[in-house]
């Protein structure tokens, strides 16, 4: 989209001073902790209703010119809009320590991936509900895929049902890929062994074969991340919506009552280590879009999590919560390994 962020809607944190009394923190219906993939996108949607106010919060800087290039991705590994998180050494591979990137900047991670545009096998999203996610199936989930998405069909593959494709949501697609010389022997190795060709991995018939890819780029060749996508100038103008960018949410506040579970109410936040810490109210809710490692994080030093674990480092526990920040697997085409220290 290439438009540049309006400044009059960023928020100054200081605007959200008043640590002490609760009476005085500022006040939004929403509080969407993350501008990632998910965060920009809760903002851009709970914002359309201007009755309803909404602060968006993320930890990283509103834009960089790298993200629009979808290919110079991997140039971002290791800037300052990635937060270059290491695993602990893995022992299934021989105790060697992972890279891991995740973007740190409006759009998040879909501002610093591969652009592949999947939306993942329904049998995933069945698992889901299985599971306990009620109301995540697939024909649930689907008619959101096909609203976010405006695929613009390409006449070299003409075997795309743009029936099973979104055409008027934010999210820009299409095949914009040129196919590398080895790759028509790539298509034919893999028919040869069995695997049948697929025109369309994001349709109801599921995610089996080989398959050219769509991607997640616009008409002018940039990068459709969520910000791109969804906080257009027009959103950013938008007088219920605040975004505040650089600014690092350390705590979700909760009030505690003897009988109930305990309630989100707010979060504390800060531009840096040093910084002075500020608190803003949810009125009605604190959703954490931080990501599958920022959001457990955030759960943890907010005091939800395994007790044990939380008292040994001298975090007062709010809920004995043992699964948070366990049973994370992450499967991983661009894997950059780092040498075992
Ligand atoms: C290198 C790479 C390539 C990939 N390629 C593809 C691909 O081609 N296709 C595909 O579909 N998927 C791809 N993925 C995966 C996909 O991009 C992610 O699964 C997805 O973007 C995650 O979205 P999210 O909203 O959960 O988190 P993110 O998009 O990571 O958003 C989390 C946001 O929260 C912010 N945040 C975190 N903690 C705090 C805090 N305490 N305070 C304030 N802000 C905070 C972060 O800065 C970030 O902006 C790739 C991932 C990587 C790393």
């Known amino acids: 989209m290439g438009h540049s962020l309006s400044k009059a809607s960023h928020s100054d944190p200081r605007e959200f001073a008043s640590p002490k009394d609760a009476s005085q923190w500022r006040e939004y219906d ?4 993350g501008g990632g993939t998910a965060g920009c996108i809760l903002a851009a949607r709970l914002s359309e209703d201007r009755n309803t106010t909404v602060l968006l919060i993320e930890a990283g800087k509103s834009e960089d010119f790298i993200t629009k290039i979808p290919f110079a991705f991997v140039k971002t590994f290791k800037s300052p809009i990635d937060w270059a998180f290491k695993t602990t050494p893995q022992s299934a591979l021989n105790n060697r320590v992972i890279s891991w990137p995740r973007g740190k900047v409006l759009g998040g991670t879909s501002a610093i991936n591969a652009s592949i545009y999947h939306q993942c096998a329904p049998e995933d999203f069945e698992e889901w509900e299985r599971l306990g996610a009620t109301g995540w199936n697939y024909s649930a989930v689907r008619p959101y ?8 069909p390409s006449p ?6 743009v029936k099973e494709r979104g055409t008027s949501g934010p999210i820009q697609t299409g ?9 028509g022997t790539v298509f034919e190795t893999v028919k040869a062994l069995g695997v049948p060709y697929t025109d369309d991995v994001n349709t109801p018939k599921g995610t089996a074969g080989v398959v050219h890819f769509i991607s997640t780029i616009d008409q002018s060749g940039r990068r459709s991340s969520t910000a791109a996508a969804y906080l257009t ?6 007088p219920n919506l605040t975004i505040a960018v650089n600014t690092h949410v350390d705590q979700v506040l909760f009030e505690t009552t003897e009988s109930k579970d305990p309630v989100a109410i707010g979060v504390q936040v800060s531009t840096s280590p040093t910084s002075p ?3 803003v109210r949810a009125k009605r809710e604190v959703i954490l879009s931080g990501g599958a490692v920022g959001s457990p994080q955030l759960l943890l030093l907010s005091g939800i999590g395994p007790a044990d ?10 809920k004995d919560l043992p699964a ?4 994370l697997s992450d499967v991983r085409t661009f894997s950059t390994s780092a040498a075992a220290p």
Do not use: C, M, W
């Not at 070299?156 to 049902?161: E, I, K």
């Open 145 to 152: 895929f096909l609203k976010s998405e405006t695929y613009h």
């Open 175 to 183: 095949h914009h890929r040129e196919n590398a010389p080895i790759s």
């Open 277 to 279: 810490q500020y608190r």
């Open 309 to 318: 674990e939380l008292s040994k480092l001298g975090i007062p526990v709010v």
């Open 233 to 238: 100038p027009d959103v950013f103008s938008r």
């Open 30 to 33: 929403y509080i969407v902790v």
């Open 324 to 327: 948070t920040g366990k049973n």
């Open 156 to 161: 070299l593959y003409p075997g795309v049902d």
